[in-house]
């Protein structure tokens, strides 16, 4: 055996890969799911290695970026620079304009608690997620290491040396990739198979939710821009199957890599909305009366609208204290008087998880992507701060449209925008920067559902697999309009299907399963592997069980609440 041989683990079923929006190649490449699950009967399996003389530099040349290397480590990956803002991009989008009518809905007394303890166990289970990563990637490293040295041992022996001369495997770029692992392949070496279709149906249905939110949103933008600009009233519902017709064509796309610079502009767009909407929030504050009452009875009744705000009695109460001490005072009297408590609460448990977007999904190809040792250790700190830089970001922002718009913000904040040619632009490009983040939101999805259905279809019906009815094509159509449907029958109802889509899918992926896959690792090692972690060190924590049964009582509590409440 000789030490130039590259070590190579068996494999079996395609997974899914990365399944986020600018994961956009993860799904595409996706790496392959072990020889059966490392664990049984609660102990670490060996892994079942293999040698492979021919493929070593091909791999190697691989690893050094061809074309075949996921799309996502472009601009997303490499440094901690481009890991940040592949952090960004992955978590900011349009949740964002849902905030201030959560906040409204909820009350300052729930949803500030509520964002605070969510964004807590998000980093907690992220934090479980790349501690899982960690330990099987150094697992799969020390396994490479190990055969490189009995294989040079061997030749040294062979050769009269002294058999010191095992040498690391390393990449052209310096860093080597034995497994590429991602959110379904932790879960199917911690789960076994069962845990990784259970995640993979899970991301998959998140991701559908998510674009299902997108054919309402995008809909009621263009009714308002058109209606501003032209003076047309066309219908919600139409401009529903117009973006339709627009995306049908868009989910045949079999290489997402393309849909890279439609990404980009995508991200311009939703920044610039982003200002634009803090900038009229901020004049909107600065231009209404502020309310002072004598007692919170005046208060109320100006806020409940049984007293018009430019009443005389209203206009009486206009605080010239806070007006001469400029737009800092100005927008701290709007915050003292909103509201502190809403009947309605419970829906903002759905959209505190929403606002995440599915980032979960990216956090372990990300980590993959960093490229040296020293990067690699210092991700998860970098990852943490800059999840809390934008939560913050998004309380603030939630916080100040609230307070400007008033307790009737719409369910979409872009609709609450006074009318003009500066607010119409901002529809526009929010718009237009949904419409082209759609394919790339649903590719996973549809990934997972079309070879789904065509297996089924071949196996179970017979049919051939040249036959139209297990086309790709077909049925990415027919799943577009499907969700379309959806859309249309809940079209007045965006805050009920963020909520819902939010508690029912996003809390176990982002809650559930990454504490049990840490869970299941650590107790492996536990049991009598301790190669990689120091087990008496590293054993189960009681935070585990918290954060997961949490994540499952707020599933079940907020998604039967908001399903009786619709």
């Known amino acids: 055996?000789?030490?130039?041989?590259?070590?190579?683990?068996?494999?079996?079923?395609?997974?899914?890969?990365?399944?986020?929006?600018?994961?956009?190649?993860?799904?595409?490449?996706?790496?392959?799911?072990?020889?059966?699950?490392?664990?049984?009967?609660?102990?670490?399996?060996?892994?079942?290695?293999?040698?492979?003389?021919?493929?070593?530099?091909?791999?190697?040349?691989?690893?050094?970026?061809?074309?075949?290397?996921?799309?996502?480590?472009?601009?997303?990956?490499?440094?901690?620079?481009?890991?940040?803002?592949?952090?960004?991009?992955?978590?900011?989008?349009?949740?964002?304009?849902?905030?201030?009518?959560?906040?409204?809905?909820?009350?300052?007394?729930?949803?500030?608690?509520?964002?605070?303890?969510?964004?807590?166990?998000?980093?907690?289970?992220?934090?479980?997620?790349?501690?899982?990563?960690?330990?099987?990637?150094?697992?799969?490293?020390?396994?490479?290491?190990?055969?490189?040295?009995?294989?040079?041992?061997?030749?040294?022996?062979?050769?009269?040396?002294?058999?010191?001369?095992?040498?690391?495997?390393?990449?052209?770029?310096?860093?080597?990739?034995?497994?590429?692992?991602?959110?379904?392949?932790?879960?199917?070496?911690?789960?076994?198979?069962?845990?990784?279709?259970?995640?993979?149906?899970?991301?998959?249905?998140?991701?559908?939710?998510?674009?299902?939110?997108?054919?309402?949103?995008?809909?009621?933008?263009?009714?308002?821009?058109?209606?501003?600009?032209?003076?047309?009233?066309?219908?919600?519902?139409?401009?529903?199957?117009?973006?339709?017709?627009?995306?049908?064509?868009?989910?045949?796309?079999?290489?997402?890599?393309?849909?890279?610079?439609?990404?980009?502009?995508?991200?311009?767009?939703?920044?610039?909305?982003?200002?634009?909407?803090?900038?009229?929030?901020?004049?909107?504050?600065?231009?209404?009366?502020?309310?002072?009452?004598?007692?919170?009875?005046?208060?109320?009744?100006?806020?409940?609208?049984?007293?018009?705000?430019?009443?005389?009695?209203?206009?009486?109460?206009?605080?010239?204290?806070?007006?001469?001490?400029?737009?800092?005072?100005?927008?701290f009297q709007h915050l003292t008087h909103l509201q502190a408590f809403q009947s309605t609460w419970y829906l903002f448990i759905g959209t505190s998880v929403l606002m995440f977007e599915g980032s979960i999904t990216l956090l372990v190809p990300l980590q993959e992507a960093v490229e040296t040792r020293q990067d690699r250790v210092r991700f998860p700190y970098v990852y943490q701060r800059v999840i809390l830089g934008i939560i913050s970001f998004y309380v603030v922002f939630g916080m100040i449209c609230w307070a400007s718009f008033g307790q009737d913000v719409n369910v979409v904040l872009t609709t609450s925008l006074p009318e003009g040619f500066g607010a119409t632009s901002v529809q526009l490009a929010y718009s237009v920067a949904v419409v082209f983040t759609f394919p790339l939101q649903n590719f996973p999805s549809l990934e997972i559902a079309t070879k789904s259905i065509a297996k089924g279809l071949e196996h179970g019906f017979g049919v051939a697999p040249s036959s139209i009815w297990v086309s790709r094509n077909l049925w990415s159509s027919i799943l577009v309009c499907f969700l379309a449907v959806l859309g249309a029958l809940t079209m007045n109802s965006l805050d009920k299907v963020v909520s819902l889509m939010g508690s029912l899918l996003g809390c176990p992926i982002a809650f559930v399963f990454p504490p049990l896959i840490h869970w299941k690792v650590l107790e492996a090692y536990s049991n009598g592997d301790d190669t990689v972690v120091d087990a008496s060190r590293h054993g189960p924590r009681p935070g585990h069980a918290i954060v997961a049964t949490l994540g499952v009582l707020a599933m079940i509590f907020a998604a039967t609440t908001t399903v009786l409440e619709w």
């Open 1 to 331: 055996v000789g030490s130039s041989r590259v070590i190579r683990k068996k494999s079996r079923t395609p997974d899914s890969g990365g399944l986020s929006k600018n994961d956009m190649g993860l799904l595409k490449n996706a790496p392959t799911s072990g020889q059966g699950s490392p664990f049984k009967a609660g102990r670490m399996q060996p892994l079942e290695l293999e040698t492979d003389d021919s493929d070593y530099y091909d791999d190697e040349n691989n690893s050094a970026g061809d074309d075949d290397e996921d799309p996502h480590l472009q601009g997303a990956g490499g440094d901690l620079t481009s890991a940040v803002l592949g952090i960004i991009k992955g978590m900011v989008g349009p949740a964002i304009l849902y905030l201030p009518h959560g906040f409204a809905s909820a009350g300052y007394l729930v949803a500030l608690p509520l964002i605070c303890i969510t964004t807590a166990m998000y980093l907690y289970s992220s934090h479980c997620l790349l501690e899982a990563w960690r330990i099987e990637s150094d697992r799969s490293y020390n396994a490479i290491d190990t055969q490189d040295i009995e294989g040079s041992s061997l030749k040294d022996t062979a050769n009269g040396s002294s058999g010191n001369g095992a040498r690391r495997r390393t990449s052209k770029k310096g860093g080597r990739r034995p497994t590429r692992l991602s959110y379904p392949e932790l879960a199917e070496r911690a789960l076994g198979t069962t845990g990784s279709i259970l995640v993979q149906i899970g991301i998959a249905l998140m991701q559908s939710g998510v674009c299902l939110t997108y054919l309402i949103f995008v809909p009621q933008n263009l009714h308002a821009s058109f209606l501003q600009l032209f003076g047309l009233d066309v219908s919600a519902e139409t401009w529903l199957w117009f973006m339709v017709v627009v995306q049908i064509p868009l989910s045949w796309i079999r290489d997402i890599r393309k849909l890279t610079c439609t990404n980009a502009a995508a991200n311009t767009m939703i920044l610039y909305g982003l200002l634009m909407c803090l900038s009229y929030a901020l004049k909107e504050a600065m231009s209404k009366p502020i309310i002072i009452a004598d007692s919170d009875t005046a208060f109320q009744e100006v806020n409940n609208g049984t007293v018009s705000a430019d009443s005389e009695e209203a206009k009486a109460q206009v605080s010239l204290e806070a007006a001469a001490s400029g737009p800092i005072g100005i927008m």
